[in-house]
Structure formats: structure tokens, C-alpha cells
């Protein structure tokens, strides 16, 4: 009996798991429909579609609109909210936290930290991030460390401390700007109307670097979630796997950030809200948020856009902040 009821609760979760993973490819596609077809210059559906799969006549204005314009945004904005909620995922997972999300170790602060340093100084952008956003990781690896262990609780009060202190470095360094100030504060708000294919392919590449270790190591996750301490009960070496995914996620952030900028609340919103649906097990939440956030940032993109271009990191504030305080809300009563 009691057999025969996990077996049908494994198919009812299955199905459940499926129905879900094909909701969220179809509003993805729908998304990605309307980004393609709508915008300044409306193109028609069908001659839409011809431009993105068949030739195109040298010259053709369509063309140039869709293939150089609209996909290159459309790819940078579903990979980058693929990328952030996949990375919100592994944060929420490793620390035990509803409310972590790539910003929660100070990660993005380091990566804005350098990314407003090198628009200061003239120095490359991408690689002053990367450093930026390690620089965080182990500063807050360390102090944890050092605090008592690298343990849930150290490392989030860890990162508050250097987000805290590298938000100021990005305010001196606004405040001794000058003319490059307008620069840094369009930036740090996030948005994708300067997007490439190559920047699309960046965030693209850092969610595969987040995604297939996380997927990889989905079992051992799930174990770790448990509690502190759990996972070294079944042999799993949870030092090691921390500071592996962890530095995953730093990477695939510090790549979204220094392309396009601070875009909070994706990595928050989007797995929570599917964590409500498809339960603690991260292989499936993982497929799942990866599509969520996409839609997401996508929809968000094109709403910016429709309202003066915008910097989307306002809109998916003011769709962030509100679920942010549902969670901490919810928490409290329970």
C-alpha cells in the first residue's frame, strides 16, 4: 500500500514537473514572440519569422531590426534572467535562505565595485568586475572564516558587511566621477538597449558555467538544504561543494553584471515563486527557474522599453519588491 501511494505521488509530481516545465516554455516563446514582432517598428509575424530563419536581402532595414537589434536583446535579456534566477537558486539552496539571491555575499556589489572603477579610470570593464565580484566572494569567505566557520549564518552576515562597505566604494567613486557620473548610474540600474550577439553569448555562457555544476550536484544540494551539518552525514564534503558552487555563481553573475548591469530581485522572485509549486528539489527548480527568469527579464525588458527605455533594473524592482516583502512576511508567521 504504502508502496503503491509513493508510486503514485512520484507520477502526480511528474506530471506536475512537466505541465509546468511546458507552461513556461510557451510563455517564453510567447515572450520572445512579441519582443520580435513589437517594438517602434512594428514587423509583421510571419515576415518576422522569415527574417530570423530564412535569407536576408542585403540592406534590408527589416533585417538589420530584427537580426541586429531585437534578437541580440531578446537572447542578452533571456540569458541574463536565466543566469541571475539559476544563480538565486544555488544561493537560496547553500545558505538555507528564501531571501538570498546573487547580491546576498556582496557578489554584484563587487562586481559594480569594479565596473565603476574601471568607467573612473579608463581600465577594461569585463575584467575589473571579474576581480570585483571574486575580490567580495573571498573577502566574505574569509571574514566567515574567521568569524567561526563558512557556515550558513557567517557567511550571510559576512556578506551584508561587504555589501555594505562596497556600496560606499561605489558612491565615493560616483561622487569623484564627474563626467563620466551619468554613465555610472545608467549602468548600475541595468538594461539591455546597447545589447550584442557577443554580450548575449557571455550571460549565456555564465548560466551554463552556474547550471550544469548545480545540476550536477542537484542530489548533494538537496541533502544540504536539510540543514547544517546534514549533508557531512552522508559523506558529502559540504567546504568543498560550497565554495564550488559558489564561485560558480560569482562567475556567472560577475559576467551578467559587467555586460549589463545591476538587475536585482530576478534571482529572488523567480525561484521562490516556482519553489511554491515544484517543492525543495533542485534539479527540476533549476529547469524551471532558468525558464521563469528568462520570461521574466524578457517581459520586464520589453515593458522598460515600452515606457521611454527605461532601465529595467527599475521595473523588476517595483515587481521585486513587493513579492521580497511577502516572503519576510511569510517567514515571520511561520
Request: hydrophobic letters at 55%.
Amino acid at each position: 500500500m504504502d508502496g503503491g501511494r509513493l508510486t503514485e505521488h512520484r507520477r502526480r509530481k511528474g506530471r506536475r514537473l512537466v505541465w509546468l516545465l511546458s507552461t513556461l516554455t510557451a510563455l517564453l516563446l510567447l515572450v520572445s514572440f512579441f519582443r520580435i514582432t513589437f517594438g517602434d517598428w512594428e514587423i509583421a509575424p510571419l515576415r518576422a519569422l522569415s527574417l530570423l530563419v530564412g535569407p536576408v536581402e542585403k540592406g534590408s532595414p527589416e533585417g538589420l531590426v530584427v537580426r541586429t537589434l531585437r534578437l541580440p536583446r531578446l537572447l542578452a535579456a533571456i540569458g541574463a534572467g536565466g543566469t541571475l534566477s539559476v544563480s538565486g537558486v544555488v544561493l537560496q539552496g547553500l545558505l538555507s535562505n528564501p531571501l538570498a539571491e546573487p547580491y546576498t555575499l556582496g557578489i554584484a556589489s563587487g562586481a559594480a565595485f569594479g565596473a565603476a572603477f574601471a568607467f573612473s579610470f579608463g581600465v577594461p570593464l569585463t575584467a575589473t568586475s571579474f576581480i570585483g565580484a571574486f575580490g567580495a566572494l573571498c573577502l566574505s569567505w574569509f571574514l566567515a572564516r574567521r568569524a567561526g566557520g563558512a557556515t550558513t549564518a557567517y557567511l550571510v552576515l559576512a556578506g551584508i558587511i561587504v555589501n555594505a562597505f562596497l556600496s560606499a566604494g561605489v558612491t565615493l567613486l560616483k561622487a569623484l566621477a564627474d563626467d563620466r557620473l551619468a554613465a555610472i548610474v545608467l549602468w548600475l540600474m541595468g538594461g539591455f538597449s546597447g545589447a550584442t550577439m557577443e554580450g548575449a553569448m557571455a550571460v549565456w555562457l555564465g548560466g551554463a558555467l552556474v547550471f550544469i555544476p548545480a545540476f550536477m550536484k542537484g542530489r548533494e544540494m538537496d541533502a544540504l538544504s536539510l540543514g547544517e551539518g546534514r549533508g557531512a552525514l552522508l559523506g558529502i564534503e559540504e567546504g568543498r561543494l560550497r565554495l564550488l558552487l559558489l564561485a560558480s555563481a560569482t562567475l556567472a553573475t560577475a559576467l551578467t553584471v559587467s555586460r549589463f548591469g545591476i538587475i536585482g530581485f530576478v534571482g529572488l522572485v523567480a525561484p521562490h515563486l516556482l519553489r511554491l509549486l515544484l517543492g525543495p528539489e533542485h534539479r527540476p527548480l533549476l529547469l524551471a527557474s532558468f525558464l521563469g527568469g528568462g520570461a521574466l527579464l524578457a517581459a520586464s525588458d520589453g515593458l522598460a522599453q515600452r515606457l521611454g527605455e527605461l532601465p529595467v533594473g527599475v521595473i523588476t524592482a517595483l515587481l521585486g519588491g513587493p513579492v521580497f516583502c511577502w516572503i519576510l512576511l511569510r517567514g515571520n508567521r511561520r
